[in-house]
């Protein structure tokens, strides 16, 4: 099994459940990133069903802490409402990945207005 998308996909989970309400598109998202990673689609309802803790994050590459953080903020946008909880679930993850809390409120302002790649690029150079 594929722990680091395991560990993502619960987050992503655990965030599209922070504002109470769990959106279609939040979980279609969700399983389009589980079969973009040849993840089983029954484990990804067993995590919703029964998330797990969220446990230490440091052990990642900067490249798959980038891909945690990048994909939190698209699941944030996907349902077009932006909620106070999914922002502060999302700098909870962003310190555990080690990044400044300051990351999110500068994808938040940026969101449309930058490529992935920009993002990386600034990201991984001014907020870790």
């Not at 969220?54 to 946008?77: N, T």
């Not at 077009?80 to 302002?109: R, T």
């Not at 490529?115 to 991984?124: A, G, K, P, Q, Y």
């Amino acid at each position: 099994m594929d722990i680091v998308t395991k560990k993502q996909l619960n987050i992503l989970i655990q965030l599209a459940e922070a504002d109470k309400h769990f959106a279609k598109i939040e979980r279609e998202l969700i399983f389009k990133i589980a079969r973009e990673r040849k993840f089983p689609e029954q484990d990804v309802f067993d995590l919703i069903r029964n998330p797990e803790p969220i446990d230490s994050l440091g052990a990642l590459s900067q490249d798959q802490k980038f891909e945690y953080l990048m994909s939190s903020i698209e699941l944030i946008f996907v349902d077009q409402n932006i909620f106070e909880s999914e922002i502060i679930f999302s700098k909870n993850i962003a310190i555990k990945l080690g990044f400044k809390k300051g990351v999110i409120d500068y994808f938040v302002e940026n969101y449309g207005n930058k490529t992935r790649e920009e993002f990386r690029s600034i990201v991984l150079k001014e907020f870790v």
